[in-house]
């Protein structure tokens, strides 16, 4: 594992906490840091700055409960909130601008779909998954597709 600063999306969710600890292990072996970043999504129809009080409440609670993850690791982590049109396109700028050596992006589960096979009937150009293939959100498609470091994902398994 040679990640030494390592750069942590937070959506409050269990995987992302546990990408939060995992990255604080690698960075304290590697001597590095950690930055954990909240991206509050921001609707084209307000400008960029828009005061959006209840979104940036939740964001700073999720940064809270990052930072005690930290904590129980040893661990100091920089935490920040970022207000941007995408979280995805926020989250691959920030990594360029800290020069970051990777990303640990926490997944959460999404049933496979399991009825039929084959394509299903093209959206924006694309074909539909396959039918139980593994799926993953929006952002973190393009977070795989498009950061310039490593990217680990983390997925918890599957709640019974």
Known sequence: MTLRD???PVDGSDASLEAVSLACMTAKRNKGKVYVVYVVEVHRSLPLDADLRPEAIKGED????AERRAEEVDFEVEGELLQARDAAHAIVDEAIERSVSG???GVGYKRPLTEGTGLAWPRGGKPAPLRGEFRLGRVSQYVL???PCEVWLIRLPMAE
């Open 6 to 8: 390592i750069l942590v």
């Open 145 to 147: 597709e498009n950061a």
């Open 62 to 65: 999720v940064l809270d409960r």
């Open 103 to 105: 990303i640990i992006l």
